[in-house]
């Protein structure tokens, strides 16, 4: 223990010293989705299976709703992407000029609407900015190809976040009747207080 204070067990590095045993059961979740997935596209026999695992870290979060947020909107954004990535492809196959051009104000469109959002779906569009990007500039030396690395693109991603979603759900029974019981103790808790302060107010208010 004194070891572990003299880190910093207690202070700026207590969760590398002493992570709590929430902390440690997020950690092995998440590498056994990562591993899994990482399995799953070797064995697809995918052109970049290393994709697949870094979906998995890139998501998971300690809270479930906001993992399937994020895995959502990078789902969506990563379509979004590929789609743009693909129409560029057969719409400039011998305009370098103009395909870079449509690429690059693809990417400012993006960047832009990302600025006036909050939350996952800013992460979305940042999402599919870079996503067309990797598959057009795959498809320029194969443009024939072009599809089929975006729906290998795709694939990579889907696959991410159905591991982690498959390791989430079975790591996490019960789930839902421990959040709806914690509400309720959290309004509860707010309750009382509010009670107490009240009860205070009308004692201190004069006769």
């Given at each position: 223990?004194?070891?572990?204070?003299?880190?910093?067990?207690?202070?700026?590095?207590?969760?590398?010293?002493?992570?709590?045993?929430?902390?440690?059961?997020?950690?092995?979740?998440?590498?056994?989705?990562?591993?899994?997935?990482?399995?799953?596209?070797?064995?697809?026999?995918?052109?970049?299976?290393?994709?697949?695992?870094?979906?998995?870290?890139?998501?998971?979060?300690?809270?479930?709703?906001?993992?399937?947020?994020?895995?959502?909107?990078?789902?969506?954004?990563?379509?979004?992407?590929?789609?743009?990535?693909?129409?560029?492809?057969?719409?400039?196959?011998?305009?370098?000029?103009?395909?870079?051009?449509?690429?690059?104000?693809?990417?400012?469109?993006?960047?832009?609407?990302?600025?006036?959002?909050?939350?996952?779906?800013?992460?979305?569009?940042?999402?599919?900015?870079?996503?067309?990007?990797?598959?057009?500039?795959?498809?320029?030396?194969?443009?024939?190809?072009?599809?089929?690395?975006?729906?290998?693109?795709?694939?990579?991603?889907?696959?991410?976040?159905?591991?982690?979603?498959?390791?989430?759900?079975?790591?996490?029974?019960?789930?839902?009747?421990?959040?709806?019981?914690?509400?309720?103790?959290?309004?509860?808790g707010v309750?009382?207080?509010?009670?107490?302060?009240?009860a205070g107010?009308?004692?201190?208010?004069?006769?």
């Amino acid at each position: 223990m004194r070891r572990v204070e003299a880190c910093g067990g207690e202070g700026r590095w207590g969760w590398l010293f002493a992570p709590s045993w929430a902390d440690l059961g997020f950690a092995l979740r998440t590498a056994c989705a990562a591993i899994l997935s990482l399995l799953i596209a070797m064995a697809m026999e995918l052109g970049s299976p290393q994709w697949a695992p870094l979906t998995v870290w890139t998501v998971a979060t300690a809270s479930r709703g906001e993992s399937f947020s994020k895995a959502r909107w990078r789902l969506a954004g990563t379509v979004a992407g590929c789609c743009v990535g693909v129409a560029l492809i057969a719409t400039f196959p011998q305009e370098a000029g103009l395909f870079f051009l449509c690429l690059a104000l693809w990417a400012g469109l993006c960047c832009g609407l990302a600025t006036f959002l909050d939350g996952y779906r800013s992460y979305g569009f940042l999402v599919a900015s870079f996503t067309a990007a990797i598959v057009a500039t795959d498809g320029i030396a194969a443009p024939d190809d072009a599809f089929f690395i975006a729906m290998a693109r795709g694939t990579y991603i889907a696959l991410g976040i159905l591991c982690e979603s498959v390791l989430a759900m079975l790591c996490s029974p019960g789930l839902r009747e421990r959040a709806g019981a914690a509400l309720l103790a959290r309004l509860r808790g707010v309750s009382a207080t509010a009670g107490r302060m009240l009860a205070g107010w009308q004692a201190a208010a004069p006769a």
